[in-house]
């Protein structure tokens, strides 16, 4: 069974850097899509960024030049490195694993396999 275990959120003021890290097991990291999603209250959960089973990321225009995701295959570990945070980027922040095999593109929500519980973030301006 995949488990996902986030961690590294906070409570930040505008312009600060956070890192979020995601422990994983019981997969294989080069056989999926990983990914970091947002939820703030009242809103849809989003996609924030994802890395290709070739590690090749992408981000969502929000956070292009700010954050930056990568990831440690050999110790199954996901990490978002997010600089220059903006109030915007309150949230509860997930990790997220796709269907074995599945491409990054055009991944959303609702074809995530697995998630992990979430770590806040909390940007004050």
């Known amino acids: 069974q995949v488990q996902l275990l986030e961690s590294g959120g906070g409570s930040v003021q505008a312009g600060d850097s956070l890192r979020l890290s995601c422990a994983g097991s019981?997969?294989?990291?080069?056989?999926?899509?990983m990914g970091w999603f947002r939820q703030a209250p009242g809103k849809e959960r989003e996609r924030v960024a994802t890395i290709s089973r070739y590690g090749v990321p992408t981000y969502a225009d929000s956070v292009k030049g700010r954050f930056t995701i990568s990831q440690d295959n050999t110790q199954n570990t996901l990490y978002l490195q997010m600089n220059s945070l903006k109030p915007e980027d309150t949230g509860m922040y997930y990790c997220?694993?796709?269907?074995?095999?599945?491409?990054?593109?055009?991944?959303?929500?609702?074809?995530?396999?697995?998630w992990g519980q979430g770590t806040q973030v909390t940007v004050s301006s």
């Open positions: 997220a694993a796709g269907p074995l095999y599945r491409t990054c593109s055009g991944i959303r929500p609702t074809m995530i396999a697995f």
């Open positions: 019981g997969y294989t990291a080069s056989t999926r899509c």
